[in-house]
């Protein structure tokens, strides 16, 4: 499973740069994309720059050209709830543009004009991963899930972020997440949106900003790797194969004979398995994966050490 993860800003991606290994890096339409591995999960790093369009334009080719399945953006946010607190968690339940704006022609605010469709549901997997991620930080840091709301703004006025929430019922506020929600469901790719309060978006958010980001991007970043680790840790059996392979088929005999289930990947059907393979530095198959680890060819003594890692 090839996880895209996407931050705005540098704060916003440089632990996760520490923590990749096996990077490679591909440059498209200006942005810098990252492919690598982190926690054990195959994962695409990159940093959207600030605001909507940035960030819708890095979720397609995120989708389109690295084939990710899931994607999660990271980062900081202006708290609209009154009990949020500087340093915080929200994992987003939906994300809305709070800044689309056509209610002289009779819509609410918010509404993206003659389609049902405005409020964008991130993933239920993705979000209960990301609470119980959250279980693992120091006690007093709230993580919550609500509705995080996107514009091409910087909301720093108590007035402003007063109708935010009332007008929306919204927990914070920042500049990219509801496009790459709706990105995400208009290609059908799971998303979920994890931010960390850097400031409350009143008069005083651009000082605690710039104060906060950098300890919020931590924060939001120890919530994405304990995501990642906890999927890494009951991480599947895959089995990467072509239908005609004889190998292949005593691979599947073999997990078969043993109850032990697993998912089959046809290297035939998709030039990202092909790739997956190849990372972990074979060309033929099959090659058996669990988490990081992998076993290349029907070989049962080392599949039987696999499946013991599980
Ligand atoms: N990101 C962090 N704080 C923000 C705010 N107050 N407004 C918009 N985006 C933000």
């Known amino acids: 499973m090839r996880i895209g993860i996407i931050g705005a800003m540098d704060e916003e991606i440089a632990l996760y740069m520490e923590a990749m290994e096996q990077t490679t890096k591909t440059v498209k339409a200006g942005i810098t994309y990252y492919a690598g591995v982190m926690e054990g999960k195959e994962v695409v790093l990159c940093k959207s720059g600030v605001g909507k369009v940035n960030a819708a334009v890095t979720t397609q080719i995120l989708i389109d050209t690295f084939q990710v399945e899931r994607v999660i953006f990271t980062g ?8 949020l607190n500087i340093g915080d968690i929200v994992v987003s339940t939906d994300c809305i543009q709070h800044d689309i704006d056509v209610s002289p022609l009779g819509f609410a605010p918010g509404q993206i004009p003659f389609t049902e469709q405005w409020i964008w549901s991130a993933d239920q997997d993705l979000i209960q991963q990301a609470i119980d991620a959250g279980k693992e930080l120091d006690a007093g840091i709230q993580v919550v899930s609500g509705r995080i709301l996107s514009g091409d703004q910087f909301v720093a006025s108590r007035e402003k972020v007063q109708w935010l929430h009332e007008q929306f019922q919204a927990h914070c506020t920042e500049m990219e997440g509801a496009s790459v929600g709706q990105v995400c469901a208009m290609n059908g790719v799971p998303f979920v949106v994890v931010r960390s309060m850097s400031d409350k978006a009143d008069g005083s958010a651009h000082v605690n900003f710039a104060e ?33 392979c004889v190998d292949c088929n005593l691979v599947k005999e073999w997990l078969k004979a043993k109850g032990i289930s697993f998912e089959v990947r046809d290297v035939m059907t998709s030039r990202a398995y092909q790739e997956e393979v190849e990372r972990f530095g074979f060309m033929g198959v099959p090659v058996t994966v669990v988490g990081d680890k992998a076993v290349k060819g029907y070989a049962p003594s080392e599949l039987e050490e696999l499946v013991g890692s599980k």
């Not at 970043?221 to 890494?232: C, D, E, G, H, Q």
Request: glycine letters at 4%.
């Open 76 to 83: 900081v946010a202006g708290a609209v709830h009154p009990d």
């Open 212 to 244: 906060f980001t950098k300890l919020a991007s931590e924060r939001s970043y120890a919530i994405v790797r304990n995501m990642l680790k906890a999927t890494s840790q009951d991480a599947g059996v895959i089995v990467y194969s072509t239908k005609n």
